[in-house]
């Protein structure tokens, strides 16, 4: 199973960036999709969830009206539209596979089975 990260980079201060995470060898229709933030001296925290056929969403509370998650099941792709970014939102985003249909949030780490390898986002002017 692989899952990669892409899309991270450097932005300004209300900018904007996508982050994309393409999956392979894995039943990608039927995981949950979640994607998790480490900030330098910090704990992986939640950002967003989405569940199997893409029917719920969840946020973390920092970024709800700002990022928006979905997914392609056709192209085994998670997606993360992150607007308004502000320096806070600096971080390693990561993508990762929970294999369960549960429509729930799952915020909890240790219940995601796969993860990608991270990419850098970076919001300063």
């Known amino acids: 199973v692989q899952l990669q990260a892409s899309g991270g980079g450097l932005v300004q201060p209300g900018g904007s960036l996508s982050l994309s995470c393409a999956a392979s060898r894995l039943t990608f229709s039927t995981y949950y999709m979640g994607w998790f933030r480490q900030a330098p001296g910090k704990e992986r925290e939640f950002v967003a969830g989405?569940?199997?056929?893409?029917?719920?969403?969840y946020y973390t509370d920092s970024v709800k009206g700002r990022f928006t998650i979905s997914r392609d099941n056709a192209k085994n792709t998670v997606y993360l539209q992150m607007n308004s970014l502000k320096p806070e939102d600096t971080a390693v985003y990561y993508c990762a596979a929970a294999n369960t249909r549960a429509t729930t949030i799952i915020r909890n780490n240790l219940m995601y089975h796969y993860w990608g390898q991270g990419t850098l986002v970076t919001v300063s002017s």
């Open positions: 989405i569940s199997w056929n893409g029917g719920a969403t």
